[in-house]
C-alpha cells in the first residue's frame, strides 16, 4: 500500500517535553517491522559569549517555506534511505537552557538506514530551514546564533 | 494593491531595518530590488541575507513576478 505523504506541521510553540519523545517512542510499539530507531534531540546550550551568558534562546521561521523545505527533505530523505517512519519537531519562540529545541526521530527495519537517515536529516535542517535562533543573553542583550 | 512587492523580513535583518512587513512599487529583477532596498536602508548594505521570491531561494538576478512576496532572509540558525 502507498502512502500519501502530506505537508506536516513540525512547529512546537516553546520547549518540546522529554514526556513528548518518550510518548512518541511508545506510540512505535505497535509497528512490529521495525528494528531500529535513531533520535536525534538537540537541546540549548549555555553558551558563554563576549557580550554575556546564552540563558534562553528564541525561535523565529519562515513558517510557510519552512514547512515547504521540510517536505522536500523528508520526501528526499525517503526516496534515499529504506525508513518505516520520520519524525521531524521544532520549536518556536523561548526555548530555556537545558530544554530540547529539535527533535529529529527515524525508525527502519535496520539500524544503519535509521542513523544515517537521522545524522543527513538533522544536518539539512540546520542548513536549509529559514529559521533563526535569537540568543538572549543574561546581560539583557541577545546575539543572532550562528550555525556552524 | 496592483504593482506591489510584499516583503517579509527575518531575524537580524528585521531587526536592522526595524519591521517585518513591507511594500515596495514593484521593481522588475532582484537587483533592482536590492538596490532600492540598501538605498532605503543603508544598514543592509552591512547584512548578510538571501533573498526568496514566493517561497524560493533565489540566486543571481532573477525576475519579479507582479504580486510577489519576497523575503529577505538572514543565515538560517535553526536547531
Redesign the interface.
Given at each position: 500500500m502507498e502512502k500519501e505523504r502530506n505537508p506536516k506541521n513540525i512547529f512546537v510553540q516553546g520547549a518540546i517535553s522529554p514526556e513528548a519523545v518518550a510518548k512518541s517512542i511508545a506510540n512505535h510499539a505497535s509497528k512490529t517491522d521495525i528494528g531500529g530507531h535513531s533520535i536525534f534531540l538537540?537541546q540549548v546550550r549555555a553558551d558563554e559569549k563576549p557580550e554575556g551568558k546564552v540563558i534562553a534562546i528564541d525561535?523565529?521561521?519562515?513558517e510557510?517555506?519552512?514547512l515547504?523545505k521540510a517536505f522536500e527533505i523528508r520526501e528526499a530523505i525517503f526516496a534515499k534511505y529504506p525508513l518505516t517512519c520520520m519524525h521531524i519537531y521544532?520549536s518556536l519562540g523561548a526555548v530555556k537552557v537545558g530544554e530540547l529545541?529539535?527533535v529529529v526521530f527515524t525508525s527502519s527495519k535496520h539500524r544503519k538506514a535509521a542513523m544515517d537517515a537521522c545524522d543527513e536529516l538533522?544536518e539539512r535542517?540546520?542548513?536549509?530551514?529559514?529559521?533563526?535562533?535569537?540568543e538572549i543573553l543574561d546581560s539583557d542583550n541577545h546575539v543572532?546564533?550562528?550555525?556552524v | 494593491m496592483p504593482n506591489t512587492i510584499h516583503i517579509?523580513a527575518?531575524?537580524?535583518v528585521a531587526e536592522r531595518i526595524g519591521a517585518t512587513d513591507l511594500e515596495l512599487a514593484h521593481c522588475l529583477d532582484s537587483e533592482a530590488l536590492l538596490e532600492t532596498l540598501r538605498a532605503k536602508f543603508p544598514e543592509l548594505t552591512t547584512t548578510k541575507f538571501s533573498l526568496?521570491i514566493n517561497?524560493k531561494l533565489i540566486s543571481g538576478n532573477q525576475e519579479i513576478p507582479e504580486n510577489a512576496e519576497i523575503?529577505l532572509?538572514?543565515?538560517?540558525?535553526?536547531?
Open positions: 538537540g525561535y523565529t521561521a519562515y510557510e517555506m519552512a515547504e521544532h529545541c529539535l538533522v535542517i540546520k542548513a536549509e530551514l529559514p529559521v533563526w535562533g535569537k543572532w546564533k550562528v550555525n | 517579509k527575518f531575524g537580524m526568496a517561497k523575503a532572509l538572514p543565515p538560517f540558525s535553526g536547531g
